[in-house]
Nanobody, 125 residues
Framework: QVQLVESGGGSVQAGGSLRLSCAHS????????LGWFRQAPGKEREGVAT???????AYADSVKGRFTISTDNAKNTLYLQMNSLKPEDTAMYYC???????????????????WGQGTQVTVSS
C-alpha cells in the first residue's frame, strides 16, 4: 500500500513561488509514476505533472515553463517547484502514484491508484 502526504501549500501573491513536497512510502514497485494534480472549486481535477521511475517528465500546457516536478529518491519525496504563480493556479494540489507506469509521448498520466490528502495553494492578484 503506497501512502502519500503532501506539504508546502500556502498563500502567495501572483508572480511568487512555492514548493510542494510529497513524502511517499510503501512503494516497492520497480517501475512507477508519481504525479501532481489540482482541483479548483467547481472545476474538474487536472493533471499538472508526472515523473516516472526513469526520470521522464510531462507537464500540462498550462504550467509548462513555470512548474518543475522532481524527486529525491533517497528521501522518498516528490516535489513540485512552482514559479511565476498566477491566480488561476489556485487549487487544492494532490500528489499521486501509479505502479507499472511510464511517461509516454510527453503526456501527463492521469489514471493513478494512490492519492494523498491534498494541500491548498492560493494565489492572490
Amino acid at each position: 500500500q503506497v501512502q502519500l502526504v503532501e506539504s508546502g501549500g500556502g498563500s502567495v501573491q501572483a508572480g511568487g513561488s512555492l514548493r510542494l513536497s510529497c513524502a511517499h512510502s510503501g512503494n516497492t514497485y520497480r517501475t512507477y509514476c508519481l504525479g501532481w494534480f489540482r482541483q479548483a472549486p467547481g472545476k474538474e481535477r487536472e493533471g499538472v505533472a508526472t515523473i516516472d521511475s526513469d526520470g521522464s517528465t510531462a507537464y500540462a500546457d498550462s504550467v509548462k515553463g513555470r512548474f518543475t516536478i522532481s524527486t529525491d529518491n533517497a528521501k522518498n519525496t516528490l516535489y513540485l517547484q512552482m514559479n511565476s504563480l498566477k491566480p488561476e493556479d489556485t487549487a487544492m494540489y494532490y500528489c499521486a502514484a501509479e505502479p507499472w507506469c511510464t511517461v509516454v509521448a510527453g503526456s501527463v498520466y492521469v489514471d493513478m491508484d494512490y492519492w494523498g490528502q491534498g494541500t491548498q495553494v492560493t494565489v492572490s492578484s
